[in-house]
């Protein structure tokens, strides 16, 4: 397969090789993350007039918190360097270990040290403002050679097909002079060298000063296989880096994170750990030595957790029997359902994860936890027993607990238990919705179109009338779902925000408002601390109507009216007037909130305001709807 | 206003704005975004920049209010405000800002002020200017339908 380096490639397929469509760049997921309302609001527009998703935010943090949330639901991200809460650098970093997502810096700030500082904390370039258009016409280029960085290893992984590998080598090189502060060259040329030789390469890789690893789904997914073929006795890391076959893995990177996997099972029965781990003196030395740092594991492996929660997902999914013939567009996915898949029988030890959780439980709950658990072994499972001692239900439980590995394990177990029916429906829905997240989010910032932004590849025709009703004009396909799976996400906000308390977290309740509303609406559970204009938003995507007047409408029927706030005589408001300027009150707006803010403007609001003051009335608010495994951004991965 | 007319008004308004170096290309930029879809993007814009930058200028002014300080924050400060201004393509308010940051640099407090005022200035007066011209642009955009036959 050639590629050619202009917009339109004549791929032969839209699913498996580069993933591109034949309309590609068209729909080009960006976010673009900037203080400045003013070069926002242009970038947007030229973001906008490219044919790209547009979504826009003002606030690192809750770029960074959307683009947790959203893990696939973009493809570049462009940021600003001098930002007031934290530096770009910064954020560009985290994006980097996170998501490995390609990231522009801009500033009008064209010194040679700032540019270089781009350069070296891995900006895929480096934009001079005032930006132009033709900067910007150009920028898909780094998403493509970021995907035939990552295509390669997986089609290493999959198809150990030599010639894959000979052909994205050479489509590296056609690709790599166009940019300017171009990382793609190091990389690539460092994948060649690393690939060519694999005895040496690990060598080599260590000691280039190369990014800390991150372990995605996919690379525990290859882990785990790993350590299942070699047998918890033979789980060496050496060997299991081997059976990887990932090149840029060094085995000092397997180490630690047989180590962390290690950490995270020391609360298991021994019966589970030699199911999944071996006998937990073979390969791990003294488990027991683990046992009372919950919290440093915890902080340790969070990385781990959300992509855990990935896998869990799709533990579940595979669980339901559902058959999900979606072709993901990335060969992320399959990976994460393969390797579920045949972990889920039901002879598997039960593991106790439970460890610590009384048994005052209802039995069957409990049982049925357990059940769901088994799957879930090897995940990173950690329960801190104490803090649970004193709940008997399940809610409370969720609600202590401090690790989001838990709650979705059994929020999960919680959904199989009582509601497996509904299950493989809406779990087939997250998948589509999660694998189709670009023809909704997105802005209607495209010229007078109506018609579908970026239709992904990966869209099947089967239930999910969500997709083909949007319209450009940005708004979830979450919205409309309904889903327990959707809403889990927004339970997941709610914990996280709970338990850990930073305020970056807390405003993602308002970008999960809809599917908490959806959820209340689907379960009949009242939760007083979500609600929020349901039939106002619920209706707002399909219907397509213009983001003025959803903005304006949005804003009237809860907050303060902001929008009568604004002085100045813009027609087309937009939500960065200064009264909305109130730093301890604003929510990122997601794609989620579409409704709301149509142009998927990521930005706190006097909302969030009366969101968080319903929220803090309510303690636990997930626990009752059982949800949490369906992490639907994780799921992609 | 007669078609004709107005076209010749904006016309000359546009070129004064220009050749006077009130404006820069990037305002250019900003009237080959305005289209259907958009059609009061230039002046949105030109609003939201306005709204915005007040804060910057205040800011400033807070700092200097009591005396010599912190040259570096007000250095960050006027760089995002001149970041600000260039994305509309202000050309003078830049250079007064690049003044204005010179004076930090050396740590030249009575330059600074000065500069600062500069700025103002510059600043008040490309918006009255361009409040102006956007009047006429606007009716003009409305009858013509497209950027490039108002510019013609």
Redesign the interface.
Known sequence: MSLEVKPMFSSSSLKSGDGFSDQFPVGLRVLVVDDDPTCLRIMEKMLGNCLYEVTKCNCAELALQYLRDNKNGVDVVISDVHMPDMDGFKLLEQVGLEMDLPVIMMSADDSKDVVMKGVTHGACDYLIKPVRMEAIKNIWQHVVRKKKHEGKDKDFVNSGGVEDEDQKQKVFEDGDYSSSANEGNSNSRKRKVEEDDDAEERDDVSTHKKPRVVWTSELHVKFMNAVDKLGIEKAVPKKILELMNVPALSRENVASHLQVEQFFHHNRRVDSITRFMGPPNAAFGNASAFNGVDIQGLAAARQLQQQNLAAIQAAALGRASTKVSVSLPSHDNRNIFNFENPRLNNDNKQIDLLHGIPTTMDPKQLASLRQSASTFGHMNMHVPSPAVQNNPSMNQMLQQSRIQGLNGQSLNAAINSNHVSNLPANVVQSVLSTAIPSTVLGRNGIGNVQGPVYTSSSVPSSGVGLITEFPSNSFSFLSNSGTPAVTSKGMFQNMKSEIRGPRALVPSHGAFNELNMNMIQDWGMQNAGLTFESPLRSNMGVLGISPSTLVQQGFSSNSKNVQGQSKSPIVNSSLSENPLRNEDERIPNTGFENGLFPEQYIQEDDLMTALLKQQDGTGHVEGEFGFGGFHLDTLPQ | MERNQLRRQAAYMRKALFDQGDLDD?FI??E??Q???????V???V?????????FIENIELIMHNGPSDFEKLD?IM??F???S????AKKVKKECTQFQECCKAGNFEGCKKALKEVKQEHAALRRKLESYLQVFQILYKKLGHIKRVRS
């Open positions: 990037q930029q900003l080959d975004l289209d259907e879809a958009n059609p009061t993007f002046e949105e814009v609003n939201l920049f306005y709204s915005d930058s007040a804060r960050n760089h995002q001149k970041g600000s260039s994305s509309i393509g």
